[in-house]
């Protein structure tokens, strides 16, 4: 049974913070692969104003997973799912021998009660919350922290997922990676220029 981390967002650039938590991730629950979720659209950052097209923010993602066990996707494309409950719903039913694990960042959790149905993620797959530089203390006392506290599974047990009861949280630290999408963003206004032309993604892939 093939096990596969889910890591969505705007990649809006992909930077090393996302390969490096990847990795970690990759290491610490014996993943196969991690999926990079590319999302068509942000409902919790559509208002932003400086969200890339989509097919330079999946360049970006190609660009800066080369030679690593990490596959950027475009599924959602294909499924037409714009909540992450659709998309895990969708996943599990397309690759019934595949496991998922989801994925997200301490600064994620803090907002996950604003997530549609975050409950039923939390009903559908495992979710791997992996801790981000002052998001610690926010995360902690969020909303959805109060009904997840509960099935909080050891760190030493994380390569287990696959054998949990849902809903099961597991919280990871790994060493640190400052880099933020916003920073770069504001570090190269002109950062989308270096993907110019990219290729197309396929939505399948």
Same mark, same amino acid.
């Given at each position: 049974?093939?096990?596969?981390?889910?890591?969505?967002?705007?990649?809006?650039?992909?930077?090393s913070?996302? #390969?490096?938590?990847s990795?970690?991730?990759?290491?610490?629950?014996?993943?196969?692969?991690?999926?990079?979720?590319v999302?068509p659209?942000?409902?919790?950052?559509?208002?932003?104003g400086?969200?890339?097209p989509?097919?330079?923010?999946?360049?970006?993602?190609?660009?800066?997973?080369r030679?690593?066990p990490i596959?950027?996707?475009?599924?959602?494309?294909?499924?037409?799912?714009r909540?992450?409950? +659709?998309?895990?719903?969708?996943?599990?039913?397309?690759y019934?021998?595949?496991?998922?694990?989801w994925?997200m960042g301490?600064?994620?959790?803090?907002?996950?009660?604003?997530w #549609?149905?975050?409950?039923g993620?939390?009903?559908?797959?495992?979710?791997?919350?992996?801790?981000?530089?002052?998001y +610690?203390?926010?995360?902690?006392?969020?909303?959805?922290?109060?009904?997840?506290r509960r099935?909080?599974r050891?760190v030493d047990?994380?390569?287990?997922?696959?054998?949990w009861?849902?809903?099961?949280?597991v919280?990871?630290?790994f #060493?640190?990676?400052p880099t933020?999408?916003?920073?770069?963003?504001m570090?190269d206004?002109a950062?989308?220029r270096?993907?110019?032309?990219?290729v197309p993604?396929?939505?399948?892939?």
């Amino acid at each position: 049974m093939t096990r596969i981390g889910i890591l969505g967002g705007s990649f809006n650039p992909a930077h090393s913070g996302h #390969r490096a938590i990847s990795l970690a991730a990759i290491r610490a629950l014996g993943l196969d692969e991690v999926w990079w979720l590319v999302s068509p659209g942000n409902p919790l950052k559509e208002k932003s104003g400086d969200m890339a097209p989509f097919a330079i923010r999946f360049a970006s993602a190609r660009r800066m997973a080369r030679h690593a066990p990490i596959r950027p996707s475009a599924i959602e494309l294909d499924l037409h799912t714009r909540y992450t409950v +659709d998309t895990v719903r969708a996943l599990t039913r397309r690759y019934p021998k595949t496991r998922f694990i989801w994925l997200m960042g301490s600064d994620n959790l803090a907002q996950f009660d604003q997530w #549609r149905d975050w409950r039923g993620i939390a009903r559908e797959v495992p979710i791997a919350v992996v801790a981000r530089p002052g998001y +610690d203390g926010v995360a902690h006392a969020a909303p959805a922290m109060g009904w997840l506290r509960r099935f909080i599974r050891p760190v030493d047990q994380a390569k287990s997922w696959t054998k949990w009861r849902l809903p099961a949280l597991v919280l990871l630290r790994f #060493r640190p990676d400052p880099t933020s999408a916003t920073r770069l963003r504001m570090a190269d206004p002109a950062w989308q220029r270096r993907f110019a032309r990219p290729v197309p993604p396929t939505p399948s892939t």
